[in-house]
């Protein structure tokens, strides 16, 4: 994608929606990027993130942007609270776990999200991704402790409400806090 995430995202987001289309990516990819992602975004001004205006809270998250090329769009997402919350999906999207653990939920038909009765359920935790493809009906959930990294295969419409600047201030340090602790190679939880 860039400089900022592992080359494995673009496989992912360029990926289509029928399984036959999952491309191939090798485990050496896909493992002991989470250091070097939290040291590339800390490396850029600012720690990557923008003004307080760019920065939105939606869907159970505070969406901090980050550099993106082209029509992409990159946020690092802190969880706000700790509930299942509906995500609509407008564009394949990939998440990769950087701290905590988020619980994803996939359903059928908007009814069986309703009465909380999902087709396909999992938990992810550090250094695990998924994808999702346009018109997935899911809800995720985090764990207060919950940062991960959403990129999307293309802008959408902003959805939700803009931060104050005390808002953005709490999560950005919050961000920095977690992202310094894994550039140094300490688990997120570690105080170290």
Not at 57 to 72: E, I, K
Not at 127 to 146: N, Y
Request: with cysteine.
């Amino acid at each position: 994608m860039n400089a900022l995430l592992p080359a494995f995202v673009d496989r992912l987001l360029d990926q289509g929606s029928d399984p036959g289309e999952i491309p191939e990516v090798p485990v050496s990819s896909a493992t002991r990027w989470l250091g070097p992602l939290a040291a590339r975004i800390l490396s850029v001004p600012n720690s990557g993130m923008h003004q307080p205006a760019d920065a939105f809270l939606a869907h159970g998250y505070v969406h901090l942007p980050l550099p993106a090329p082209g029509d992409r769009a990159v946020y690092l997402r802190l969880a706000s609270h700790s509930a299942m919350e509906p995500w609509p999906i407008l564009a394949t999207s990939v998440v990769l776990t950087v701290a905590g653990t988020v619980a994803l939920e996939m359903y059928q038909k908007v009814a069986d999200s309703l009465s909380g009765r999902p087709q396909y359920a999992r938990s992810f935790g550090p250094e695990q991704v998924f994808a999702v493809h346009p018109g997935t009906q899911c809800s995720t959930q985090s764990s207060p402790d919950g940062v991960q990294v959403l990129a999307a295969a293309s802008t959408s419409p902003r959805i939700g409400t803009s931060l104050t600047g005390d808002e953005y201030a709490a999560a950005t340090q919050r961000a920095r806090w977690v992202l310094e602790v894994l550039a140094q190679g300490a688990p997120a939880g570690d105080r170290r």
